[in-house]
């Protein structure tokens, strides 16, 4: 079992910068990719960025690719996602969740955290 805690979100001005933390229980940390995911009020849950478990492998939604950066340092068992520029559409709940893949889909994800709010004003 993996449990997971975001941190770090909040209000953040349109063109600022925030980051999220997401960390883990368990000793098995490394054995997993994580990944985040958000969800606006409305809309259907959406796949943000992902990374694997050695962190050589990420990837990205086109909507955040070059705004966003997704890290992982095993040794703390937490993964980042760095907000940069965001924009009032990046505005949602950001929850992280661990799978044994690599997806970008949220089904092969059976842990995740209860999310964080994230605001963005312009």
């Known amino acids: 079992q993996v449990q997971l805690v975001e941190s770090g979100g909040g209000l953040v001005q349109a063109g600022g910068s925030l980051r999220l933390s997401c960390a883990t229980s368990?000793?098995?940390?490394?054995?997993?990719?994580l990944g985040w995911f958000r969800q606006a009020p409305g809309k259907e849950r959406e796949f943000v960025a992902t990374?694997?478990?050695?962190?050589?492998?990420?990837i990205y939604a086109d909507s955040v690719k070059g705004r966003f950066t997704i890290s992982r340092d095993n040794a703390k068992n937490t993964v980042y996602l760095q907000m940069n520029s965001p924009n009032d559409e990046d505005t949602a709940v950001y929850s992280c969740?661990?799978?044994?893949?690599?997806?970008?889909?949220?089904?092969?994800?059976?842990?995740w955290g209860q999310g964080t709010q994230v605001t963005v004003s312009s």
């Open positions: 368990g000793r098995t940390f490394k054995n997993y990719a």
């Open positions: 969740a661990a799978s044994d893949i690599l997806s970008t889909t949220f089904q092969p994800y059976p842990y």
């Open positions: 990374i694997s478990r050695s962190g050589l492998t990420t």
